[in-house]
């Protein structure tokens, strides 16, 4: 096989020095696949998307994006490399037009930014109606498609979504992941967290399971599916009171 | 006549407001972008008034200069010596702006305490001011001594050529602004920081160079207002210093991070002042700020056109 | 050698009001996490009162009815508290900053009181005669100021010991989780906002104790001492020694007041006096930049912030 579209090593990152949150997490993200991380809450799957796109300090590992490391690169630089991200919360310009969040996500490209809206437009038609409304008025589901949309604007290597599929209706669930496995048809390496386990199962390639910090289970999504010991981790990981 | 009274004072007041609103909005960018209050901003409208003195200056004492920018445009007590010399002060105002971010407030705003930057600031704007006074001493300085002739009006109402040039200049620059936050990609990656910064650095946005840019365009702004300062009343080291307060109170009134709010804040600050004056003399002027301020804190603290928190 | 004693003595005793001025922003910063970015117009207030009230009855003025100094005293903790009360009340369920915001507002506003309010204030030319504690017991210069500063001790020592067991307190306790973190404390059931008025009055009426007793011990106030640069010279204090640490905010204010009180000798000695305006602008910038160096090398201060073990305090 090539290069992998993204690669992470032994990774160790956290908020503040010597306490360290992700300790020594790694998988590889072929183009075109999609890798699920799974865990329960508090278990680093927002600070392992996080990191890689920047905003979490790295203390040990690699990242590499197509073979060139952005260990430690400023944000805007790791999106410049091909890497876009889609946070948990708060993931849209509510007091930006639709139009705006779009121009906002195309933000390091040269030219061809009408053209590249256009596209996301072809690919969430809903949206379309909307363009000059703020972001923050819409229904929850087409803020989800704001919010990719904007990512999806640099065209990147690698999409990156932080529960996508949080507080959303069924039915609009299920768009999102029609959207997910066909933006990875087009060859983009998705990584996706997600809460949702039997969807997340039921769309991605391959999932990493993790638990405080460290890597409980990774394989094929089938297996991890069959994997009894998933239960157990949601179950024992999860901080007391909370429910899986 | 005393309704021409009035009005006089109405007009004297948004002339007064239309500087107001510039500092003010310095002061709204700054907050809204860097997240706290920058008490050393009304030193960036005294340095610009002295930086424009000091070009003016210059150009008075060269014959060569003196020649090829020629005198005043009539009616107006200015040339193109001030205007090149405005050119300077905006330059100048935004390089101070950028080394003192670069040296002092970056630094403060990485150490995470809060207090740091706006203590930080609060000193910054006493050195910066006894800088002033240790180049020029505490006297008051003027960029002409002509006195300018009014021009009469409606019902016996009176402003002069740079009153009315002030005023423009203040909505041309307001126009330009609104057109660059709504039509540039930089505009439109400002607004984008101020409300999510994280988001902004992931959508490609170099939020460093963001702030660069929110320094620049506030302290530019501040240049001018000290510039018009200096044309229409006159300079002192303290101008920025006792601008302060009408400045936060225009920006709390507008709205904290409001463009719009910050002019309209601005101008009613300048009526108000220019009312009070006339009802109870001159003295407490710098109190109405505080009057206004204070109300407004109690009633409606997210101001006139700012959005509830 | 005698005449450096006593100079030792009047600086002590203004090095000591600031540090009881220091304290009371210690209060409200360091436990409280309040900015006060007018701490002179609750100095002045204070200042003010007693000046008003302890003095004797002159011509074209209010006030001036003789009252004794402790009573005047407590007046003028009175007269900033209530001062504290009126501005905190709007400011202070609000961000931070629109309290740094609304103090910097009635410093400013009560410096213009100070300079226009004549039958008040006196105006530029001040208020004097403003009588010291046993004034007719302690004549002699020397004696008088060896009395008032056992008497500024006696209240700054005071003052500490009251507000070393209030931060220990259950109280204080409470006060830093807000500081901290306002929704755990709000989650632990207690009115952030009522704590806060709390230390923000209190800390307030300190720094009108220290106005008056500045007042007592000049024998003038005018104006003059209205100024925003106390305010400035309060917080280098404060943050030169360390907020959150009593002992630290009165070792700053000994150490700044001392730099400030040399440099302003020495430019004096060596500069011609038609620089004085010049020579004072160099006396803040120096200050400034010993701000600028502590926030940027040393942000928690020189001394830091004392690890406080509150006594009988229980997480209910
Ligand atoms: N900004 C932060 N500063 C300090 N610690 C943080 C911060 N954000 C998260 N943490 C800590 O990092 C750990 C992992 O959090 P993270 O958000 O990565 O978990 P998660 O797996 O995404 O959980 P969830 O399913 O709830 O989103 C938690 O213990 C959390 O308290
Ligand atoms: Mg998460």
Redesign the pocket.
Known sequence: MAEPALAVRALEAG??RGVP?LRGVGFDLAAGEILAIL?P???????LVRTIAGLVPRFAGEIRLAGASLADLPPHRVVAAGFAYVP?VANVFAELTVDENLALGGYTLKRGRAERAARVFELFPDLVAKRQAKAGRLSGGQRQMVAIGRALMVEPRVLALD?PSAGLAPIVVEQVFAMIRRVARSGVAVLV?E?NVRAALATADRALVLAEGVERLSGAAGDVAANAAIAEIYLGGAPAGASP | MTLAIWLQSILDGLVIGATVSLGAIGITLTYAILRFANFAHGEFITWGGYFALAVLGAVAGSQDLKALLGGPFEPFSFGWPLIVATLASILAASALALILDAIYFRRLRRAKIAIASVIGAFGAALVLRNLVVLGYGADPEYFSREIQIAIRFGPGLRITPDQIALVFVTALLVVSLHLFLTRTQMGRAMRGVRENPDLASVSGIDVAAVIRATWVIGASLAAVAGVLIGLTIQLRPSIGFDLLLPLFAAAVLGGIGSIYGAVLGGLVIGVSESLAVMLIGPEYRAAISFGVLFLILLVRPQGILGARA | MIDVAAYLVFFLCLALIYGLVCLGLNLQWGFAGLFNVGVVGFFIVGAYTVAILASPAAADRVGGFGLPIPLALLAAMAAAGLVAFVVGIPTLRLREDYLAIATFGIAVTIQLVALNWETLTGGTHGRVSIPRPLASVFVDRVNANLFFLAVTLAVVGTADWALERMVRSPWGRVLRAIREDETAAGALGKNAFAYRLQAFVIGSALMGLGGGLYASFIGYVGADDALPTLTFQIWVMLIVGGSGNNKGALIGAVSVWGLWSFSGWFMAAVLPSAFAVRAGALQVILIGLVLATVLLLRPKGLVGEEAVVSRGARVE
Request: glycine share 20%; hydrophobic share 25%; aromatic share 6%.
């Open positions: 908020y503040v949150i865990g809450n508090g278990a680093g799957k927002s600070t948990q529960e967290v809460q």
